[in-house]
């Protein structure tokens, strides 16, 4: 089998996971990740998906564009490439999110403090309504590297901007924001109650 990433962009509708992943196994195809979002009534997909040896990349993007409309898919089809992470990229995970009145160039700013601190982003969420931004970002920051100072960096850029900005490590993420000890609080309560 031959690992290949397969990205998929449409306009949203029902049904188009059935259709793109119904087409890739009746290739012989095997879908093992996939991550998929609709922004602003657009579908997109990326996945990875193990084919037969003998399966060329042109006839998997067939098979994934007659699995719709004439036209409707755009489809990119490329193998896949193992990564491998540098020596010294041990990482920790913080979560960002900054919020305010909307304006040009606040995620280009965003990107380029992480970046000047060696920070990945690893997911990315933004959008705008009503005129607010809001963006969440998981982002890897190296272990050794000095948070205080990505933080301080990210606040300066925010207070610069305009932007409220919070980064935090997401296990206190987690902790404050997961409702999973607050309902079983709840449910503790109840108990006690009877």
């Known amino acids: 089998m031959i690992n290949y990433v397969v990205t998929v962009m449409a306009i949203d509708r029902v049904g188009i996971i059935r259709d793109v992943s119904r087409a890739l196994s009746n290739s012989g195809g095997n879908i093992t990740n996939v991550s998929q979002t609709v922004m602003r009534g657009y579908f997109t997909l990326i996945f990875s ?4 040896d003998d399966t060329p990349q042109l006839a998997i993007r067939q098979a994934v564009e ?3 409309d004439v036209g409707e898919f755009e489809v990119n089809v490329r193998p896949f490439v193992e990564t491998h992470a540098p020596a010294n990229t041990e990482c920790e995970r913080y979560m960002l ?20 601190h060696g920070t990945n982003i690893d997911d990315l969420y933004a959008y705008v309504t009503h005129e ?3 963006m969440l970002a998981h982002v890897s920051v190296p ?11 990210l606040e300066e850029m925010g207070k610069d901007m305009g932007f409220l900005v919070h980064f935090q490590h997401e296990n ?7 409702v999973a000890p607050v ?6 309560a ?3 109650s009877k």
């Open 172 to 178: 206190i993420f987690r902790a404050t924001s997961d």
């Open 97 to 116: 999110s900054i919020t305010g009145n909307d304006k040009p160039g606040v995620i280009a700013e965003a990107a380029d403090v992480l970046a000047s």
């Open 49 to 52: 998906v193990q084919m037969p």
């Open 66 to 68: 007659r699995s719709g």
């Open 132 to 134: 607010r931004f809001l």
């Open 183 to 188: 309902n079983q609080l709840d449910s503790s």
């Open 143 to 153: 272990i050794g590297t000095d948070v205080e100072s990505v933080q301080t960096s």
């Open 190 to 192: 109840r108990q006690v």
